[in-house]
């Protein structure tokens, strides 16, 4: 028997499964809102003081996500959580920056799983949502990139993904 094409063999879930990684990503969500109002307060010094502004729009952001993707949850029937994930703290800027920065990749990561996933299931506008999400979520890792006078890494797809299409 022909095996489906890898990509889509990886991605395929129910809705249930989707409800369950919708709520993982809103755990994501309210960490970097925690994250982004804690960091841009206490950021320190000259050289930082444009990322700290920026980090300031960041938590803005995060929120309207987190309405977003609760929002999505609701629709699928589902149940948002209320619970974030942890957030690392520390007294250097530039370890803070860090832990975003390693952050909004697994955030990326996620989505784009989420993308291709919304879209085996027929979820068309929820896919859609998930790409204005996915478009914040690179801006703000290009800006801790270049705070940290970085490339912005790049992202790819979880092991699991690779296994499944191995
Ligand atoms: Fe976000
Ligand atoms: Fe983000």
């Known amino acids: 028997m022909k095996a489906e094409a890898p990509s889509q063999a990886a991605d395929k879930v129910g809705r249930h499964e989707l409800i369950a990684l ?15 109002v804690v960091y841009s307060q206490v950021l320190k010094g000259a050289e930082f003081m444009n990322i700290a502004a920026e980090l300031e729009k960041h938590a803005a952001e995060e929120l309207s996500h987190a309405l ?7 629709y699928l029937g589902g149940m948002p959580v209320v619970q974030p994930k942890p957030v690392r703290t520390s007294e250097k800027a530039r370890e803070m920056l860090r832990f975003d920065l390693i952050n909004e990749g697994e955030t990326i990561r996620n989505y784009r799983e989420r993308v291709r996933q919304c879209e085996q ?22 800006a801790l990139a270049t705070a940290l006078g970085e490339d912005v890494p790049v992202v790819k797809d979880s092991p699991n993904a690779a296994a499944k299409k191995a």
Do not use: T
């Open 22 to 36: 919708l709520n993982e990503d809103l755990a994501r969500e309210y960490q970097a809102i925690i994250s982004y």
């Open 121 to 142: 299931l027929g979820e068309y506008a929820m896919a859609e949502h998930i790409r204005e999400i996915l478009m914040d979520e690179q801006d703000h890792q290009i």
């Open 68 to 74: 977003m993707i609760s929002n999505q949850i609701d």
